[in-house]
């Protein structure tokens, strides 16, 4: 699945992107789907998680 959202500011020194439940719930994964992400031609692997979640 590819999906394209685009990088926002949430701070002086912070930044994340919004993933749409939709696409969550796609990605499976309960709460924590690992996902691989490219920015700027860097690939990396991570996971992503739930604004306000608590952390496991």
Known sequence: ???R???ESIGKATAG???PEPVVEKLGGGGHPKVTATVNGFTFRTSIARMGAPAT
Do not use: A, K, Q, T
């Open 1 to 3: 699945m590819r999906f």
């Open 5 to 7: 959202p685009e990088l």
């Open 17 to 19: 992107f919004e993933v």
